[in-house]
């Protein structure tokens, strides 16, 4: 059984940082998967944030935290990082750690099979 577990969250004020993580049981590291991390703001959709194919490295970024968050990986423990700097209020959200077995990594949400139970990250300007 596979699960995520996310942990990192809580509140800061603006220009601050958070690291978040995320711990997967259950997944091997013999096969490729792209991990990375959604949120959700309320009254808002789940947007992507940052994404890893573990293996290969190849990294990707919504433009609005791209040159402020770093995704990071540790293959041998199954687990990825999400270095958050610079916050803004707008980062306010539950922040949700995914995983899929997947040489790249969908845009949308319902295609990734594991989910954590989420983080909670607020900025305050």
């Known amino acids: 059984q596979v699960q995520l577990a996310e942990s990192g969250g809580g509140s800061v004020q603006a220009g601050g940082s958070l690291r978040l993580s995320c711990g997967a049981s259950?997944?091997?590291?013999?096969?490729?998967?792209?991990m990375g991390w959604f949120r959700q703001a309320p009254g808002k959709e789940r947007e992507g944030v940052a994404f890893?194919?573990?293996?290969?490295?190849?990294?990707e970024y919504t433009s609005s935290v791209k040159g402020r968050f770093t995704i990071s990986q540790d293959n041998t423990k199954n687990a990825v990082y999400l270095q958050m700097n610079s916050l803004k209020s707008e980062d306010t959200a539950m922040y949700y750690c995914?995983?899929?077995?997947?040489?790249?990594?969908?845009?949308?949400?319902?295609?990734?099979?594991?989910w954590g139970q989420g983080t909670q990250v607020t900025v305050s300007s």
């Open positions: 995914v995983a899929i077995y997947a040489t790249y990594c969908p845009s949308r949400p319902s295609a990734y099979t594991y």
């Open positions: 259950g997944l091997t590291t013999d096969r490729s998967k792209c």
């Open positions: 890893i194919v573990t293996g290969a490295g190849r990294k």
